[in-house]
Each structure stands twice: as C-alpha cells, then as structure tokens.
C-alpha cells in the first residue's frame, strides 16, 4: 500500500517456525491482496488467530438503499442536518451516496466501538472533519486527528476509539484504494515531484500483546453482518511483517500544485481506487498568469460524477454552501460558478479552501437519509 516495513519480532524467513523461549510455536497470519499475487501482510499470534464461533450480535452500519430514478440535476446535501446519531462508530456510518463501485456517507459517533469489527466488503478511507481518536488492531495502534485520512484495509480486524467531544468523519467504502500510479517511481517509491512523500504518512505502531477483554467480532460481507465469539484477545501479535495496514495522512500535507493557468482536478488526485479517484483541494497560491481565470470553469464531465465534500474556507465558485455541504454533480450535466463568481476571480491570488473531492466512473444514487438532508433549490441556483 505504501512500502514494507516490518515491526517486532519475526523468524529470518517468511513461513519459518518462530517459537517463545519455552519453544512454544507462533501463528502466523498471513494476510493478502487479490489472492496470493498483490500486497501482503504476515503477521505472528500468540494463539490461533482463526479460532471463532459463530454468535449473535446487533452491530453493524445499514446497507445503502436504493430510491426511485429522478430527473438529472445538480444536488446539494447538507450533512450540516444530519441527526446527531452517537454510538459506536460501527453503528454510527450512515451511507448517503453509493454506485457499484463504492459508498459515501458520513459518522457523527459518541462511542468507542464495544466490538472488533472486519469489513470484508471494501477498504475504507475515512475523512476526519471534526474529531478525533484510535484505530486499535492487531497490528498495534494508529493515532488520528482533525484534517487526517484514515486508511483502514480491507478484511483489517480492528475497532475505532474516538475521542470525548464532537466528531464528524466522511466515510467512503471503496475497492483497491491505493496511491495514484503516476507518483511513483519504477521501484515504487513515491516521485520526488509527487504532492506527498513517505515521511507524510502515519504508520500503525506496534504495540506488546495485550488483552481489551473484548471476544466478539463483527464482520461484513455482500453487505450483510456475521458476529463471531473469539477464544482469545486477537491483539495478541509479537511482531509483523508486510507492506498491507492502516496508515494517517493530514490533507494539509499535500503539496498542491500551482500552474500559469487553472488545472484540472486529477492534480489533486490523492488515492485512487477502483472506478474512482479522491483529490485535496488545499489552501493555495492560484494562477499565476496575468489574465488567468482562477474560478473554475463551467464544465460536464461526462464520463465521471463529481461529488465536493466542504471542510473550511471561503468557497468562492457557490454560493449557499458550507462547512459540512456536500454537492453531487452527475455526469453529462454542465455545472460550475454561480453568477459573478468566474468574472470576480480574476487577479485573485490565493484560495484559503479545504475541501475532499471524488470522480466517480459510474452514476451515483441517492438513499433515502441523503433525500431528507437535500437543498432542494440548490439546482435552481445555476440559473441566477
């Protein structure tokens, strides 16, 4: 996902017995992307990792669902509305948007999660608005804060402690979320003209093993939930090796680039995943040229649905919009300034916003809590 690094104690040689100074033989774990041919992460237990029974549990966040078609238009959702839902994270995610590629949807949680949670349907990129906290798995402990992306893998036993006080996190369910291509090198190594480099990122620390007392886990897959009764705390690794766990990137870490005139949003690009591309719009110098128009121009992208989630700053290109907005332009449909925004931005220098943005490949659907939240004159707007 990153690189390989290796933490703790691990035998000279992947599938080596590794055995405690009594001789009593490790487990080890091995944990893989697309089958045994991508990344992968070896991992040495204390006990069998696999030892679990079926039980019965209640946790777990609500499939999308589907809602009737609608006319094509231009929407805006304030997420702003959302009831503050609490609980634990594993129950507070409220899917908003989804395709068959991926979900969208936002978590306000107020509680650590009770249970060890693994989601077998996607990766999961979360987007830290307000907040903070934990992520604790097998692999150790991941400290994340306000303006971070969280990275947590696919199939990834874990479970999310949030810090007292308020939090707001986006929430994207996606397949084979990875760094763009194009910033790295031939070994793999990010570019040193890539928007970021290794030191940015936050890897999971490894911690002794220890016991939270917690013996349930829940686990997703096709969108349906399964709870397990473990024999034994899973936090139970002396050491790991593998290029495949959670990791934190600030978005304000991103190196924005800054052209003679506008530049299309793929500079921005920071991951990528199956069927769609997220980019940071970070504080930033803009154009450069004398007569450049800063605004972005009015387009449709008409092969990619573009969904803006709004952090902070002045949006200049809407008005109506805020901390919290997020705006959802379908394919084939030209959106852009509202009226006198693009003739206002020149000679303008520098934009102060923050915002996460996503192209999608296939056409985003609404669910039902995205209905209840939607700015109903919001596509009227583009007319005056």
Not at 47 to 67: C, M
Not at 306 to 328: D, N
Request: hydrophobic share 40%; aromatic share 10%.
């Amino acid at each position: 996902m990153l690189d390989r690094i290796v933490q703790g104690e691990v035998p000279r040689k992947h599938h080596l017995a590794l055995r405690d100074v009594a001789g009593v033989l490790r487990h080890e774990e091995a944990w893989t992307r697309a089958g045994f041919e991508g990344a992968y992460t070896l991992a040495y237990h204390l006990g069998r990792p696999h030892a679990a029974r079926p039980d019965q549990s209640a946790h777990g966040w609500p499939a999308p669902v589907a809602t009737a078609s609608r006319a094509l238009a231009r929407h805006h959702y304030r997420t702003q509305d959302l009831p503050l839902a609490g609980g634990a994270p594993v129950d507070a995610f409220r899917p908003l948007l989804w395709s068959p590629d991926l979900t969208v949807g936002l978590a306000l949680p107020g509680a650590p999660d009770p249970v060890y949670v693994r989601n077998g349907d996607g990766d999961e990129l979360l987007f830290v608005a307000e907040g903070g906290g934990e992520l604790v798995c097998p692999l150790g402990v991941l400290r994340f804060e306000r303006e971070d992306y969280l990275v947590i893998p696919k199939g990834l036993l874990h479970r999310l402690v949030p810090d007292a006080g308020p939090q707001r996190w986006l929430w994207l369910e996606l397949d084979d979320l990875h760094l763009p291509a194009q910033w790295r090198n031939a070994t793999g190594q990010l570019r040193m003209d890539a928007p970021y480099c290794h030191r940015d990122f936050r890897r999971v620390a490894w911690r002794p093993p220890r016991d939270e007392g917690i013996r349930q886990l829940v686990a997703k897959r096709q969108g349906a939930w399964s709870a397990f009764r473990l024999e034994a705390s899973p936090l139970d690794v002396v050491g790991w090796d593998g290029a495949v766990y959670p990791f934190a990137f600030r978005i304000t870490d991103f190196q924005a680039r800054v052209g003679l005139v506008h530049l299309p949003p793929t500079w921005h690009g920071t991951f990528a995943a199956r069927g769609a591309l997220v980019c940071s719009f970070v504080p930033r110098p803009l154009d450069f040229h004398p007569e450049a128009v800063p605004c972005p121009y009015p387009h449709a992208s008409v092969d990619v649905d573009e969904l803006l989630f709004y952090v902070r700053g002045q949006f200049t290109s809407r008005r109506g919009v805020g901390a919290g907005s997020l705006s959802h332009h379908p394919a084939g449909l030209l959106h852009g300034p509202h009226p006198g925004a693009y003739e206002g931005s020149v000679g303008a220098r520098a934009t102060d916003e923050l915002a996460v943005m996503l192209d999608c490949a296939r056409p985003l659907a609404p669910t039902p809590a995205a209905l209840e939240i939607e700015d109903a004159g919001y596509d009227a707007s583009f007319s005056g």
